[in-house]
């Protein structure tokens, strides 16, 4: 079974992201997906305090090595997250910073939602160069949701047709890539460079 870890990447008190992770989290399941949700909120990652560089994997704090586990542990990768500003949360790029070795060759989904017509577009696009840093393959398919506030009550989320489709083409194509780079992911040499 295929392990994906649905990141929320948002820290902003009055968020509204909660109930999209959570239907994502759902389309995974019935796709067959082992879900993982992490809230960035709840792990509570302090801004990056690690003495080494990630790629050497010397983790001294408890944190960063619980952090490191969790996503080794991951097959792939579902990033849900608002716009701000014109790219993505400031505590996504904190917990993508964190690590190294542990991002490669998964695939990796985008579920973007803003306030505006824009729908994340931005921070979409802001993301996809960190994830291609890291060595992850972000899929092309993708969930863009504009005006959130419209599609989020006191019941969850009501995404439109559009968006299910996004979410399931998405998803298909996650886990089809998934299963031709899991053949890339194999343990890294440990270097001291």
């Known amino acids: 079974m295929v392990r994906v870890a649905v ?3 948002s820290a902003s008190p009055n968020r509204t992201g909660a109930p999209v992770v959570a239907w994502i ?10 879900v993982d949700v992490v ?5 509570a990652l302090p801004f990056y305090d690690e003495p080494n560089l990630p790629r050497l994997r ?4 408890q944190h960063t090595k619980d952090w490191s586990a969790r996503v080794d542990a991951a097959d792939a990768f579902v990033f849900v997250a608002p716009e701000y500003n014109g790219s993505f ?4 790029k904190n917990a993508l910073d ?8 998964k695939p990796a989904g985008l579920v973007t939602y803003g306030g505006g017509l824009t729908a994340g577009f931005r921070g979409a696009q ?4 960190i994830l291609a840093a890291l060595y992850m393959v972000p899929i092309q398919e993708a969930v863009a949701i504009p005006f959130i506030k419209e599609h989020v009550d006191g019941s969850g989320f009501r995404p439109d047709a559009g968006m299910d489709q996004a979410a399931d083409g998405m998803i298909r194509e996650l886990l089809r890539v998934q299963g031709v780079l899991k053949t890339l992911n ?3 040499p440990k270097t001291d460079y």
Not at 39 to 43: A, E, T
Not at 58 to 61: D, K, T
Not at 98 to 105: A, S
């Open 7 to 9: 990141i929320s990447g």
């Open 25 to 34: 989290a759902d389309k995974l399941r019935a796709a067959g997906a082992e």
């Open 39 to 43: 809230d960035l909120q709840d792990l």
């Open 58 to 61: 010397r983790y001294v704090h």
């Open 89 to 92: 949360p400031a505590i996504l």
């Open 98 to 105: 964190y690590l190294h070795h542990e991002w490669h060759y």
């Open 126 to 129: 802001a993301l996809r160069q």
């Open 186 to 188: 194999m343990p890294e």
